[in-house]
């Protein structure tokens, strides 16, 4: 046998050998669980201001292994109800063997882009918010490549939970209208109140506006007064959130 060959084959199984050795020095740990991503444990910290709907939600990437992560690109998905959906993509680079990193991802939308009974629905009801999270990214010297899904249900707290627009009265040349809610929302309110009276003929007959603060898991229960020229047959009532610049109305009769 002539040395040459033998040496070209000597070669061959040492690559072999050592791609091997690469190969289990990459897997293994996927399959024992040691590179993964998890949920952080606060959930979404939601953000209505400068008329955005905002959220941040964190995840942790847990690489025991034996090689760097490199080029790793989150795809977020978010959806709630039918009409409400975000898609973002975040990079975040490279992932050294052995670190433990936690990484925020963002979203957000324009109010202006969210359906009105969307808008509605968010301001009045608690909401089951959907994410999901794709990872994708290399090993180091792009031997290989990995992919990593993970699928999350968080809660949005209304900001005006049950709210409730009722008893519109008149007594001695004034208006009254009972507004009362919760706010589910993670955040202060910092909001006005205009209440529009109208007679029969659909003419106006007196207005006010108020502005109220309600801090995060308060109750809000008031009486809004306007004082009248003549007798109202029903109130235009609107909302209007200061920080993101959402706004409602509603009707109520006598």
Do not use: C
């Not at 009974?117 to 994410?131: F, G, P």
């Not at 990214?137 to 709210?163: K, M």
């Not at 001695?172 to 309110?189: A, C, I, K, P, T």
């Not at 308060?218 to 235009?236: G, I, N």
């Amino acid at each position: 046998m002539k040395w040459p060959l033998v040496a070209y084959r000597i070669g061959l199984v040492i690559f072999l050998v050592a791609i091997l050795l690469i190969a289990a020095m990459a897997v293994m740990p996927v399959l024992e669980g040691d590179v993964s991503v998890e949920r952080d444990q606060e959930g979404i910290d939601w953000s209505l201001e400068n008329e955005t709907f905002t959220g941040e939600a964190s995840v942790w990437i847990n690489n025991s292994g034996y090689l760097d992560f490199e080029k790793i690109v989150f795809d977020l998905h978010v959806e709630a109800l039918e009409d409400f959906q975000v898609e973002t993509t975040h990079k975040v680079g490279k992932i050294s063997a052995g670190e433990d990193r936690k990484i925020d991802l963002t979203f957000s939308k324009k109010i202006s882009e969210i359906p009105d009974d969307v808008k509605t629905h968010l301001l009045r009801h608690d909401t089951e918010v959907n994410m999901s999270v794709d990872m994708s990214g290399q090993y180091s010297y792009a031997l290989f490549t990995f992919t990593a899904e993970r699928d999350d249900v968080f809660h949005w707290g209304a900001p005006f939970y049950d709210l409730t627009i009722s008893d519109l009265s008149y007594s001695d040349g004034e208006g009254m209208v009972d507004v009362s809610f919760e706010n589910h929302y993670r955040g202060e309110l910092d909001f006005t109140v205009t209440v529009e009276l109208f007679n029969s003929q659909g003419g106006n007959v007196g207005s006010t506006t108020e502005s109220y603060t309600v801090p995060s898991g308060s109750s809000f229960d008031e009486t809004v007064s306007v004082e009248l020229t003549e007798e109202p047959e029903y109130a235009v009532v609107t909302f209007e959130e200061e920080k993101s610049g959402m706004e409602f109305q509603e009707e109520v009769y006598r």
